[in-house]
């Protein structure tokens, strides 16, 4: 019998939890797979976790309605089309007070849960906390795909964040086109980089958040790909496990998080350690709502 996470509400309707899974990978531009990522995480989740989570301290949504929704086929649509049925399925939830945890996918996703939540409140009052070792600031893939795919590329989710007017956080950031840096510095948005000396504290990152309400955005490149290795993008270096972990229990004890996504889980043969981690974060942030994450 399954000891993990109970996906046990079968209308997503009336959920507290909505596990929304956005299995696409059309503009990665390295190497493929995420398209694949949902599915192998809520594998883990359901059949790899411990029904205790010790991080958390707590069991994850053990007394929530949980509801798995995935949007099938999605990986057949162009970028722009994506990201609107991924808008229209977020808001759905999100609308009525469900705590949206989105399951991708490459980083593209994003964009259509962004835009979900900047239509319901205002954008400036959020803060986007990213984890990920690209900063994601290009405003389209022209200069690296030789078929670009435009302004909703995977490398473009967090300058549509910007433009939507959320203020950016983004951690662990030790790769870049010069262009991108250029626009963070233009626009005054709070950049940590790893690989540039000391390890900032977790409260540094935490302090520089200057909204209450948090969206959380994890590409797994932003960890050391030797502890989550199966992702498109790969880059030496990045967050720890436990480093990461910690850094999650302190934004979910001292912010608001109004949704969070998991992203670019590219799943290999014969290693599931990357989807195993991803259920992990998945499972020890619906933990922490359960004890010091609803406010």
Known sequence: MPTGLKINCTDASRADVVLLCAPYDVTASFRKGAVNGPAAIIDSLKY???SYDRYAQAAPAAARRVALVELAGLNSSPPADMVARVRREYETHAARGAFVLMLGGEHSVSTG?????AAQR???EITVVQIDAHLDLRNDDADY???????FAHCTPMRRAH?????????????????EMAYARRHGLTVFEWGSGTIPALAEIV???PTDRVYLTIDVD????????ATGTPVPGGLGWYYTIDLIRELFRRKDIVGADIVEVAPRPFDVVT??????LCYTMLALRETVGQR
């Open 48 to 50: 790899q976790m411990e």
């Open 113 to 117: 849960a962004f835009q979900a939540l």
């Open 122 to 124: 205002a954008a400036r």
């Open 145 to 151: 795909s030789d078929a670009p795919h435009g302004t």
């Open 163 to 179: 433009e939507l007017g959320y203020r950016l956080v983004q951690v662990g950031i030790r790769a870049y086109a010069e262009e």
């Open 207 to 209: 302090d520089a958040v």
């Open 222 to 229: 932003g960890l050391d790909p030797s502890v989550l290795p």
């Open 275 to 280: 989807e195993y981690g991803a259920a992990q």
